[in-house]
């Protein structure tokens, strides 16, 4: 059993920053692909980022691109997701998920386990 804990998120204005950070239990940590999910009040949940058990491959849905990076220290058990330049559309709980495998999905339902999540309200 994996166990994900978010932490990092806040109120915050447009353009400002913020780091969330997901520590996760277990000894596969290397091994699995996890990804950064959001969802928005009345909206669905949808994939902002993923990465590889190594971090060698990562992806960013379209509107976080070049704001947003993720990363992985696998030494502490630790995920990561930068946040520039935030917009109020990036409002939304945040959640981390892990993945029973080394390579990441965009599909949710690929994920196998998840933290209870962080609110991140971007607003002026």
């Known amino acids: 059993q994996v166990q994900l804990a978010e932490s990092g998120g806040g109120l915050v204005q447009p353009g400002g920053s913020l780091r969330l950070s997901c520590v996760a239990s277990?000894?596969?940590?290397?091994?699995?692909?996890m990804a950064w999910f959001r969802q928005a009040p009345g909206k669905e949940r949808e994939i902002v980022a993923q990465i590889s058990g190594g971090g060698g491959s990562t992806y960013y849905t379209t509107s976080v691109r070049g704001r947003f990076m993720i990363s992985r220290d696998n030494a502490k058990n630790t995920l990561y997701l930068q946040m520039n330049n935030l917009k109020p559309e990036d409002t939304a709980v945040y959640y981390c998920?892990?993945?029973?495998?080394?390579?990441?999905?965009?599909?949710?339902?690929?994920?196998?386990?998840w933290g209870q999540g962080t609110q991140v309200t971007v607003s002026s």
């Open positions: 998920a892990s993945r029973r495998d080394y390579s990441g999905s965009i599909d949710s339902r690929s994920y196998d386990y």
């Open positions: 277990g000894r596969t940590f290397s091994t699995s692909a």
